[in-house]
């Protein structure tokens, strides 16, 4: 959630370190990677947020819920 409040802030790049950590201990998150690529895409870092929403979508692929946000 905190991740999320910051982008909505307009904090991206802290965002991005928030989701980032969380990755670290949940290495396919889908909600945090969810998040590091509306980061990465606030950033203008496009290759990040490519590569970011590919391992989401790699992550999600069975899931029967589709993500509108970084937390629910």
């Known amino acids: 959630m905190l991740g999320a409040a910051l982008l909505t802030a307009g904090k991206a790049a802290e965002a991005e370190a928030v989701y980032r950590r969380d990755l670290e201990k949940h290495p396919e998150n889908g ?3 969810s ?3 509306a ?3 606030a950033e203008k870092k496009s290759t990040e947020a490519a590569e ?3 391992r989401r979508d ?3 692929k069975n899931a029967d ?3 509108v946000a ?3």
């Open 39 to 41: 980061s990465l895409s």
């Open 31 to 33: 909600w945090a990677l």
């Open 65 to 67: 819920t589709k993500i």
């Open 52 to 54: 970011a929403t590919a």
């Open 58 to 60: 790699r992550a999600w």
């Open 35 to 37: 998040g590091l690529a």
């Open 70 to 72: 970084s937390w629910w």
